[in-house]
C-alpha cells in the first residue's frame, strides 16, 4: 500500500472586501439568498503568514468570514474555517456544529501541524459554547486561546501577546447591532402580513368589512413597532419581559390611531372599533417584540420560557377579544 | 444603557468544592457573570446569565452546571409545534451576534 503525504490545501483570502462581499452582506440582513451565504471550511492564508503567524478559527456563514478577515488589514494569518453548514459562530456553537469535533477534524485535515511550528488556535469567544478547550489540547496538543468577542479588537489582541482585555470579552448590544439585525424580522412577518392582508379582503368581499386604509396602516404600524422600534429602543423602555416592552409601545401606537382617526369627535367612530384597536395592535407588537428574544444577546432559556408562559396566552386571548369587538361593530 | 433581563430564572450552579480556580470560566462568559476570589470562581451576578453553556464546556472540572439552552421565543414556540427541543434553526444575524 502506498503512503502519500497529503498535499497541503491552502486558499488565498484578503482583508479587503469586495463590492460583491459588501452587497452579499446586505442581502443577507435582508433574508435574500442567506442560507446560501456559504465559504468553503479549509484553511486561508491573509497577508503572507509563516510558520509562526497565529491561527483564527472561524465559521463558514461568509458573513462571519468577511467580519474577520476585514479586521486583518496588514496582519499575516491563518483562517481555519470550520463548516458549520454556513450558520454563524454564535448559532453554530450553540448547536454544537461549531464544536471541539469539528475544529479536531477540520485541524487533520487541513494538517495544522504541517502548517504551523507553535500550537496555538485562537477561537472567537462567542465559539466557546461548543467548544471544550481542554478537550481540543488532550486529542490535538493543541491549545484553545479565546479570541476577543469582536472582530475589530483582534489587532488589538494580537498586539497584545493575545491578551482580551476584560472589555474586549463583554458582548455589547448597542443600539446599532440592534438596527442592523431588524431587517430580516421584518422579513420574516412580510408573509403572515400578506396572509392577514388576504383574509380582510376576503371580508371585505363577503361584505363584512369594511376593512380600509386605517386598518392597513394600523396594522403595518404595530409590525415596525414589534419589530424595529421596540428592538432598537429595547433597554430605554421599562420593564424587562421583551412582550411587555412590545405591548406597551403597541399601546401608545393604538392610542395614536384612535386619536388621529379623531376618535370621540367623529360619531360614526364607534367605541368598539377603538377598543378593537386597543385589544389588537398592542399584542402584535408584543408578539414580535418577543420573538426578538432570538436576536438578542442576553436571553436566557429559562427566562424566555417564562416569560412565554404568561405572554402566549395573554397575547392570543387580547386578539381574539378584539377581532370580537371588531366583528361586532362591523354587523352593527 | 445596560440591557438586563429576568431576574431569577437562571438555572446556573457553581460547585465550589470542585473549582479549583483555574479562570476558564471567567474567561469564556460573555457577560462577566463569575470573577475569580481567593483562587476560587465566585458568581458575581447569576441575573446576566445567558446560559449558553460556555462556561461549563469549558470547565476542566466540571465544576458548573447550566441547562443550556436558546433564549429564543421563536424556536421555543417551533419546539411547541413540532413537539421538538427548541433549536436554534434560523441562522443569521452579524458575525458577532445572532440569531
Ligand atoms: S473553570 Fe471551573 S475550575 Fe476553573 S475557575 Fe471556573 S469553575 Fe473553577
Ligand atoms: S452559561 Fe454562559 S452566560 Fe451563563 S455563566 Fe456560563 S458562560 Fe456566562
Not at chain 1, 408578539?287 to 392570543?316: C, D, H, Q, W
Amino acid at each position: 500500500m502506498e503512503i502519500s503525504s497529503r498535499e497541503l490545501k491552502i486558499i488565498q483570502t484578503s482583508a479587503e472586501l469586495t463590492f460583491n462581499d459588501i452587497l452579499g452582506t446586505w442581502k443577507a440582513r435582508w433574508g435574500i439568498n442567506r442560507m446560501n451565504f456559504k465559504v468553503e471550511p479549509g484553511l486561508y492564508s491573509v497577508g503572507k503568514p509563516d510558520s509562526n503567524s497565529p491561527v483564527l478559527v472561524s465559521a463558514n456563514y461568509k458573513m462571519s468570514f468577511d467580519s474577520l478577515r476585514k479586521e486583518l488589514m496588514e496582519v499575516n494569518a491563518w483562517i481555519l474555517v470550520l463548516d458549520t453548514k454556513g450558520v454563524n459562530v454564535w448559532c453554530a456553537a450553540g448547536k454544537g456544529t461549531f464544536g471541539t469535533q469539528e475544529l479536531l477534524n477540520r485541524m487533520a485535515i487541513v494538517q495544522l501541524e504541517k502548517v504551523v511550528s507553535h500550537r496555538t488556535v485562537i477561537v472567537p469567544q462567542l465559539g466557546a459554547p461548543g467548544i471544550s478547550a481542554h478537550e481540543v489540547t488532550k486529542f490535538s496538543g493543541f491549545k484553545v486561546v479565546y479570541g476577543p468577542v469582536r472582530a475589530k479588537d483582534l489587532q488589538e489582541f494580537l498586539k497584545s501577546g493575545m491578551k482580551a482585555t476584560a472589555e474586549m470579552r463583554r458582548v455589547k448590544f448597542t443600539a446599532y447591532d440592534r438596527l442592523v439585525l431588524t431587517p430580516i424580522e421584518l422579513v420574516g412577518t412580510s408573509k403572515v402580513s400578506l396572509m392577514i392582508f388576504g383574509v380582510l379582503f376576503l371580508l371585505n368581499l363577503l361584505g363584512l368589512g369594511p376593512f380600509g386604509i386605517v386598518d392597513f396602516y394600523a396594522y403595518i404600524g404595530a409590525v415596525i413597532i414589534g419589530c424595529v422600534l421596540t428592538p432598537v429602543l429595547l433597554p430605554w423602555i421599562p420593564g424587562s419581559p421583551f412582550a411587555w416592552k412590545g405591548w406597551l409601545l403597541g399601546f401608545i401606537w393604538a392610542v395614536t390611531v384612535n386619536i388621529l382617526n379623531g376618535w370621540t369627535a367623529v360619531p360614526q367612530y364607534s367605541i368598539l372599533r377603538a377598543l378593537g384597536y386597543i385589544f389588537i395592535l398592542p399584542p402584535v407588537s408584543a408578539y414580535l417584540a418577543m420573538n426578538f428574544t432570538g436576536s438578542s444577546t442576553f436571553t436566557s432559556f429559562s427566562g424566555v420560557l417564562k416569560e412565554m408562559r404568561k405572554a402566549v396566552p395573554m397575547i392570543i386571548i387580547l386578539i381574539v377579544v378584539g377581532i370580537l369587538l371588531v366583528l361586532v361593530d362591523s354587523f352593527i | 444603557m445596560k440591557n438586563r433581563y429576568l431576574k431569577n430564572v437562571a438555572t446556573l450552579k457553581l460547585n465550589s468544592d470542585q473549582c479549583r480556580g483555574c479562570g476558564r470560566c471567567f474567561e469564556v462568559c460573555p457577560h462577566n457573570v463569575f470573577i475569580i476570589e481567593d483562587r476560587k470562581s465566585v458568581i458575581l451576578d447569576k441575573d446576566r446569565c445567558m446560559e449558553c453553556g460556555a462556561c461549563v464546556k469549558n470547565c476542566p472540572f466540571n465544576a458548573i452546571e447550566v441547562k443550556p439552552g436558546v433564549g429564543c421565543a421563536y424556536a421555543i414556540i417551533m419546539g411547541w409545534l413540532t413537539g421538538t427541543e427548541p433549536s436554534c434553526d434560523c441562522s443569521g444575524g452579524s458575525g458577532d451576534n445572532c440569531c
